[in-house]
């Protein structure tokens, strides 16, 4: 158990650009979720999915986002024309059957 | 929509000691789970304690238990013999028991200072 892997670890880039995370999540688990925290505040739900299926979207999730989990193993998180607004930490988080949910140490995201 | 509240932003406790954390939560559904994770300065989330609704049993980890009050929809985290290594934030969260996705819904957070 190699635990759940965040790259980069920090992302700075300039406003509006694109920008991609990737999340390798616990070998066995077939559940992966994003979220999303910014300072002072908890995580907050962004998308989930079973295996490659994205079931559950939150309104957090504009249409500037975008997440895959093309084969059912490790996922990607875009963000399209980035704004200041978008600067946070994105957390991924793996989850077996029964099974609590296991983090990462997230991408810390900074907009200039 | 579920709620978790944190009320109290910070605390401090002396090594040795005993705290205990404050959480509140707003559901309409009867089976659910609560948690309540550490997350150290720069690292990673890390679960302490997990609680499942159904149970009436308070969960107990080591140095660290849990007061479960359903009726109040009240779920406090005691540690025992405070260690410098406790210092961080730590977040209570609620998750449904079934039904949909098994995404967590957050406190704020709440910052443990450990004084030596």
């Known amino acids: 158990d190699t635990g759940v892997s965040q790259n980069p670890r920090h992302k700075i880039t300039k406003r509006g650009q694109n920008v991609t995370f990737r999340c390798d999540p616990i070998s066995e688990h077939n559940r992966l979720y994003w979220y999303r925290q910014t300072l002072g505040q908890g995580p907050e739900f962004l998308t989930y999915?079973?295996?490659?299926?994205?079931?559950?979207k939150s309104r957090l999730l504009s249409d500037r986002f975008s997440a895959e989990r093309p084969k059912g193993s490790f996922s990607t998180l875009e963000i399209q024309r980035t704004e200041q607004g978008d600067s946070a930490m994105y957390l991924c988080?793996?989850?077996?059957?029964?099974?609590?949910?296991?983090f990462g140490d997230g991408t810390r995201l900074s907009i200039l | 929509a579920q709620t978790v509240t944190q009320s109290q932003p910070e605390m401090s406790v002396q090594e040795a000691e005993t705290v205990t954390l404050s959480c509140t939560y707003d559901?309409?559904?009867?089976?659910?789970?609560l948690f309540w994770y550490k997350q150290p300065p720069s690292r990673q989330m890390i679960l302490v304690i997990r609680q499942e609704a159904y149970k009436q049993q308070n969960a107990t980890e080591n140095r660290f238990s849990v007061n479960f009050q359903k009726a109040a929809k009240s779920f406090s985290l005691k540690i025992s013999d405070s260690q410098l290594g406790d210092a961080a934030m730590y977040f209570c969260a609620y998750r449904r028991a079934q039904g949909g996705s098994e995404k967590l819904v957050f406190g704020k957070g709440m910052k443990l200072t450990v004084n030596p």
């Open positions: 988080a793996s989850q077996g059957d029964n099974q609590p949910q296991h």
């Open positions: 559901t309409s559904e009867s089976d659910y789970y």
């Open positions: 999915f079973q295996n490659e299926a994205q079931l559950e």
